[in-house]
């Protein structure tokens, strides 16, 4: 905490590293919302078009309570990954990312 104090945030955040990912993702959309002065629900995360949907999981289990906001207290986020084969593909496998094996 004192290296922020002292050269500002990272540009960097080892996301697995947190509890709660999803309240640093929410917060640090929250920042940027007040930051450039637009409303929080016109802001999100964006990827590249034409990739696959890999949703992050903190866990193997992909299973969760489900949390006051509706989503699943397991699912973290879904990011796009670059692929030549269709999405159909890739879900068929159950492909996912995780933010830890052991837990």
């Not at 500002?8 to 955040?13: D, L, N, R």
């Not at 993702?25 to 696959?52: C, M, P, S």
């Not at 989503?71 to 879900?91: C, D, F, G, R």
């Amino acid at each position: 905490m004192q290296g922020w104090a002292d050269g500002g945030i990272p540009t960097v955040f080892w996301i697995s590293g947190f509890y709660f990912p999803q309240a640093f993702l929410t917060g640090a959309l929250q920042n940027y919302a007040r930051k450039h002065v637009i409303a929080i629900d016109t802001v999100a995360y964006g990827f590249e078009n034409g990739f696959f949907e890999c949703p992050i999981y903190k866990t193997l289990l992909r299973a969760g309570t489900l949390s006051t906001t509706g989503h699943s207290t397991n699912y973290v986020m879904t990011v796009e990954l670059a692929t030549h084969k269709p999405q159909a593909h890739w879900i068929k496998r159950g492909v996912a990312l995780f933010c830890a094996l052991d837990y």
